[in-house]
């Protein structure tokens, strides 16, 4: 793979090796254009700034952000559709918008500066986890209005990759072409990977046996452990990506293949900030709390202060890759995505870390919550592997264990159902991993 050192290595070696000085000031210099520019073009954020009771010149050093109100997503819905915009409807090239399955969708868009910026980040990204120019990128992200699949295809085509754009779905046409190109690189949720390699053993196909290498994986929260099952079921090098639409797509921070340890994000577009969820303040470096985002230098809809909800740490310590921009540690959860049995709070991703790679269980699961009276119930619904016994009195066994583990790991007491291989719905895109059931019935 290429390294960020090697001569062959073609993408913005300088300004990824920025002196921390240096970064810091670049981004103090763009950050007050930055406000300057939303407090002029975007009334929302003049409304916000004015109640706040600050101005775009109160911003002297780049701590005093924490001055500035904060961006929720339910500030993009209430400004639907274009509300947010800094530029005129006409000087957009594109809209992407969410699917609006909890109220109205939020709309983002870009400009042509925004699609180029956008393209060149994705294409850092994807160098820095050791794509090549000249490889062949399967890409099995969902294309349309999630950013997903448009964003990795014009970041692979500026990289100089050749593009597969198949989409999700199709699983078995997936794995024919896999084979049949002979693609170097697969781009997909962690959940679909892990369906296609599914798919792949029951076609007679081993899937570890095809030149693909490099697994680049995002869009969803995934564990340590579903990393280890993704590289041992597909014979790859799983990477984690990060982006999100309300900053610019994908491409936001990126693994680096040479550490694997936390995302690198990118601090000459964007700043990261870590606040407390609760209190709202800034936490220190190396904290967990809730991811912040400002972007730096978008054109159509600049971003102050965007509460990702995102749950993770920051590290600024030196990367062996050489690299001096900030770690994004592994997401542990969302603040949305927080479930609270009976006292005690759990995160999805949890549960997924104490169940993937346990002895006889396939990796696929799904968390169900109920509510009895006043108490709310969780029940993880987890597939029994094809090789494991399958009688009555082995299930009742392995899921009185797994109960366990879950109640000794985490601290939640739960069912646990083992369901027949093949019995979890499977992804296509992004994961459903909880079925919220409580407000059905009486």
Known sequence: MTSLNDPGYMFDRGMETLPRAELAALQLQRLKATLARACQA???YRRRFAAAGVKP??????????????TLKADLRDNYPYGMFAVPRERLLRIHASSGTTGKPTVVGYTRADLDLWSDLMARSL???GVRPGDMVHNAYGYGLFTGGLGVHYGA???GCTVVPISGGGTERQ???LSDFGARVLCATPSYALNIAEVADAMGIDIRALPTRVGVFGAEPWS??????????LGIMAADVYGLSEIIGPGVASECHVAQDGLHGWEDHFLFEIIDPETQTPKPMGETGELVITTLTRQAQPMVRYRTRDITRLNDAPCVCGRT???VMRVTGRNDDMLIIRGVNVYPSQVEAVLIGYAGLAPHYQIVLTRAGALDAMTV???????????????REKARAVSHHIKSMIGVTCDVVIKEPGAVPRSQGKAVRVKDERGKGG
């Open 42 to 44: 975007v009334p929302h």
């Open 325 to 327: 921009h900030v770690r």
């Open 157 to 159: 085509e500026r990289l």
């Open 57 to 70: 010149d109160d911003l002297r050093a780049l701590a005093d952000i924490a001055r500035f109100p904060f």
């Open 127 to 129: 160098a820095c986890v």
């Open 381 to 395: 619904e987890i597939e029994l592997a094809p090789e494991a016994p399958s009688d009555e009195a082995a299930r």
């Open 175 to 177: 794995v024919a072409l």
């Open 224 to 233: 340590e452990a579903m990393r280890r099952d993704l590289e041992a079921r």
